[in-house]
C-alpha cells in the first residue's frame, strides 16, 4: 500500500503504476495530539519502536532502474539515496548532494556529493557509484522503462571523487529531476546479470533504513541505518505487511496492528468514526496526485477504430463512478494531470453521459445487434471483451462494476476479472496480455509525459503498454521536454490533453481523494504540499506508546 512518502519517490524516476491505492501528495487533518495510552508528550522525539503497515502488492524486486511498481519503489526509497529530493514545499533541494549548479542556459550540471555517505557495508558512496548508475540506465542490456532522459546526456564526466558534471547538447525541462534516482554501489553490482542478482532482493544501500528480512508474501522487515548520514531515523524497525486485500488490511489496523493505512472512501466515511476512533487514529484528505482509468489495448481490433472509444468515453458515467464509488470523495478528470494544478487544461470539456451518443458512434463503427439477442456485433463476431484490475483494490473493482453495467446498457458485454498485483504487471501488462484493464497513474509533477505516451515506450515492459502511437504527439512531447519556460511548456501540454482526449487511448475516469489514517501514536506529522509523509524518518513513537513486534 503506497503511502504518502512513495510519491515524492515517485516524482524522483517516472511515472509508477499504482497498485494498491489511490493516494497522493497534499495535507489535512490533525497533528500533535497527545494520543491514548501517554500522559503526555515528552519535549523531544524519542527512539525505538516498531512502525507497521501494509501493502497490496509484493515487490518485484529492490533494483530502482527494473521496478515500475509502487510496492519495489516505496521500499526502495527507504533503502537508498538520492543527490536531489522534493522538500515539503515540493522544491529542490540537495540530499546526498553537498551542492548543484546549473550552467550554460541548462545545458550543464556540475554536482558535488557530501562527504562521508556511507553503504552499508562501510564502503563510501563516490562520484562513481552515480556514474555507475547513470551507465546501468542507458546500458541496452538493462531493461529499464526510465532511460529515456539519460540517453539525452551528452557528458557525464567525474571530476573529483565527490565532484561530476553532466552536459546535454540542449537544455533538459526535467534534468534536475532525473537526478533524484536511487543511487547503486558500484563495487557491489559492477559486473553482475541485473536480471539475476542476489541484489534484487538482498540490497546494500546508503538511504534510513536496511533491509533486514523478506519473507515472500508475508512481510519485509527494515532495520534503522545508524550510519545514515542525515542522521539514524526513530523507528528501530520499518515492517511492511503483505495483505493482498483492502478488507484483512483494515481488520489489521483495527486491530491495531497497522499503523498506516490509505482508507477506502467507505472506510473513511462510514467505519472509522466515534471516539475510539478519533483517540487511536488521525485521518487526512487530500485531493491526490494520481487517477484511476480504463485503458485499452490499442492492438486489440475491438479498440481500434476511434469511434467506439469517444463512444465509451460517452456511455461511462463517471458522476456516477465518484457518487457510487468515492462517495463523492473525489472528482471526475479528463486527463493525466492533476485539476487545479497550472498545467491542467481547464478549455477540455469532457465527453458526456450520453449512451444514445454512443450507440450512435458504435454504430457508425459497424457494431450493431443483428440478431436481436442484446449484443452488438460485428462480422458475425459479438462485442465482448475482459476487463481486468488487480485483486484488493475495491475501488477499482466497483468501477470496473459500474463500467461493465454502462457499456451493457449500449450492447457491449464485459467480464471483470482480478489479479494478484506482481501477476498482473508481470503476466499481463508487462506482456500485453489483456484486452482492457482499470488502473491507476500517479501524477508527476514536472509534465513530461515521455515515459508512458511516447510510441517508442509501447514496447514489451514498457509503460506504453496500451500501444498507443501518435506522431503528433511524439513531436509534442519530445519539444516540451526542452522547453525551460512555463507558458511555453503549457501551451505544449494542453496540446497533448487535447489530442487524448480527442483519441481516448484511456478512458480516464477520476481523481481521489488521498485518505491516509495513522495511528495517534505516531508523532512528528507535518502535513504539506508534498504530503504527510515528506519527513519520515522524523517520525516517532513516545516510549511509552513503543512495541518491539506485531501485536498477534
Known amino acids: 500500500m503506497p503511502h504518502t512518502r512513495l510519491f515524492i519517490c515517485f516524482f524522483l524516476v517516472s511515472c509508477l503504476l499504482v497498485g494498491a491505492c489511490d493516494s497522493g501528495p497534499g495535507g489535512g487533518g490533525q497533528s500533535g495530539a497527545t494520543p491514548r495510552g501517554a500522559e503526555a508528550l515528552p519535549a523531544a522525539p524519542e527512539d525505538g519502536g516498531t512502525y507497521v503497515t501494509a501493502t497490496i502488492g509484493e515487490p518485484s524486486n529492490l533494483i530502482p532502474p527494473l521496478a515500475s511498481d509502487s510496492a519495489?519503489?516505496?521500499?526502495?526509497?527507504?533503502?537508498?539515496?538520492?543527490?536531489l529530493r522534493y522538500n515539503k514545499n515540493l522544491e529542490i533541494e540537495p540530499r546526498a548532494a553537498k551542492s548543484y549548479e546549473v550552467l550554460d542556459g541548462g545545458r550543464l550540471l556540475r554536482f558535488e556529493l557530501r562527504p562521508?555517505?556511507?553503504?552499508?557495508?562501510?564502503?563510501?558512496?563516490?562520484?562513481?557509484?552515480?556514474?555507475?548508475?547513470?551507465?546501468?540506465?542507458?546500458?541496452?542490456?538493462?531493461?529499464?522503462?526510465?532511460?529515456?532522459?539519460?540517453?539525452?546526456?551528452?557528458?557525464?564526466?567525474?571530476?573529483?571523487?565527490?565532484?561530476?558534471?553532466?552536459?546535454?547538447?540542449?537544455?533538459?525541462?526535467?534534468?534536475?529531476?532525473?537526478?533524484?534516482?536511487?543511487?547503486?554501489?558500484?563495487?557491489?553490482?559492477?559486473?553482475?546479470?541485473?536480471?539475476?542478482?542476489?541484489?534484487?532482493?538482498?540490497?546494500?544501500?546508503?538511504?534510513?533504513?536496511r533491509l533486514a528480512e523478506w519473507i515472500p508474501g508475508s512481510r519485509l522487515v527494515l532495520t534503522a541505518n545508524p550510519d545514515y548520514f542525515e542522521g539514524r531515523p526513530h523507528f528501530d524497525r520499518v515492517i511492511y505487511r503483505?495483505?493482498?486485500?483492502?478488507?484483512?488490511?483494515?481488520?489489521?489496523?483495527?486491530?491495531?496492528?497497522?499503523?498506516?493505512?490509505?482508507?477506502?472512501?467507505?472506510?473513511?466515511?462510514?467505519?472509522?468514526?466515534?471516539?475510539?476512533?478519533?483517540?487511536?487514529?488521525?485521518?487526512?484528505?487530500?485531493?491526490?496526485?494520481?487517477?484511476?482509468?480504463?485503458?485499452?489495448?490499442?492492438?486489440?481490433?475491438?479498440?481500434?477504430?476511434?469511434?467506439?472509444?469517444?463512444?465509451?468515453?460517452?456511455?461511462?458515467?463517471?458522476?456516477?463512478?465518484?457518487?457510487?464509488?468515492?462517495?463523492?470523495?473525489?472528482?471526475?478528470?479528463?486527463?493525466?494531470?492533476?485539476?487545479?494544478?497550472?498545467?491542467?487544461?481547464?478549455?477540455?470539456?469532457?465527453?458526456?453521459?450520453?449512451?444514445?451518443?454512443?450507440?450512435?458512434?458504435?454504430?457508425?463503427?459497424?457494431?450493431?445487434?443483428?440478431?436481436?439477442?442484446?449484443t452488438l456485433d460485428k462480422d458475425g463476431r459479438p462485442f465482448e471483451f475482459t476487463l481486468m484490475t488487480n485483486q484488493g483494490n475495491e475501488s477499482r473493482i466497483k468501477a470496473a462494476t459500474i463500467v461493465q453495467a454502462n457499456l451493457g446498457a449500449v450492447g457491449v458485454r464485459v467480464k471483470i476479472r482480478t489479479v494478484e498485483w506482481s501477476a498482473f504487471i508481470k503476466e499481463f501488462i508487462d506482456t500485453g496480455r489483456f484486452e482492457a484493464l482499470v488502473m491507476g497513474w500517479n501524477i508527476i509533477i514536472d509534465p513530461d509525459l515521455y515515459n508512458v505516451w511516447h510510441s517508442s515506450k509501447a514496447v514489451p515492459g514498457g509503460l506504453n503498454f496500451v500501444g498507443y502511437k501518435n506522431p503528433e504527439l511524439d513531436a509534442l512531447l519530445d519539444k516540451g521536454r526542452h522547453l525551460l519556460g512555463q507558458d511555453e511548456r503549457k501551451a505544449v501540454y494542453d496540446e497533448v490533453q487535447r489530442i487524448l482526449h480527442e483519441d481516448q487511448p484511456y478512458t480516464f475516469l477520476y481523481c481521489p481523494l488521498a485518505l491516509p489514517v495513522v495511528a495517534g501514536r505516531i508523532q512528528g506529522i507535518e502535513p504539506a504540499p508534498a504530503g504527510i509523509s515528506h519527513n519520515f524518518e522524523q517520525w516517532w513513537i513516545p516510549k511509552a506508546l513503543q512495541r518491539s513486534t506485531m501485536r498477534q
Open 116 to 209: 562521508g555517505i556511507l553503504w552499508n557495508d562501510g564502503r563510501e558512496l563516490t562520484a562513481e557509484d552515480v556514474e555507475f548508475t547513470y551507465k546501468l540506465y542507458i546500458d541496452p542490456d538493462v531493461p529499464t522503462a526510465y532511460a529515456e532522459n539519460y540517453k539525452l546526456v551528452k557528458e557525464f564526466k567525474v571530476t573529483g571523487r565527490y565532484t561530476f558534471e553532466v552536459r546535454y547538447d540542449k537544455p533538459l525541462a526535467r534534468a534536475l529531476t532525473s537526478w533524484m534516482l536511487s543511487i547503486l554501489p558500484r563495487h557491489v553490482l559492477e559486473g553482475q546479470n541485473l536480471l539475476d542478482t542476489p541484489f534484487a532482493r538482498a540490497p546494500v544501500g546508503a538511504g534510513p533504513y
Open 72 to 83: 519495489s519503489f516505496e521500499v526502495s526509497s527507504l533503502l537508498y539515496v538520492s543527490l
Open 242 to 374: 503483505i495483505i493482498p486485500d483492502q478488507a484483512t488490511m483494515f481488520m489489521e489496523l483495527k486491530a491495531r496492528n497497522l499503523d498506516l493505512m490509505d482508507l477506502t472512501p467507505q472506510q473513511y466515511r462510514f467505519q472509522t468514526t466515534g471516539p475510539d476512533w478519533d483517540a487511536d487514529f488521525r485521518k487526512y484528505e487530500y485531493l491526490s496526485f494520481g487517477y484511476t482509468y480504463v485503458g485499452y489495448n490499442l492492438a486489440n481490433p475491438m479498440f481500434a477504430d476511434v469511434r467506439v472509444r469517444r463512444a465509451f468515453a460517452h456511455a461511462i458515467d463517471k458522476q456516477a463512478i465518484v457518487k457510487g464509488v468515492l462517495l463523492g470523495l473525489g472528482q471526475p478528470t479528463v486527463g493525466p494531470y492533476k485539476p487545479g494544478t497550472w498545467v491542467y487544461n481547464e478549455a477540455i470539456r469532457d465527453y458526456a453521459f450520453d449512451p444514445e451518443a454512443a450507440r450512435a458512434l458504435l454504430a457508425e463503427a459497424g457494431w450493431t445487434d443483428s440478431d436481436g439477442d442484446g
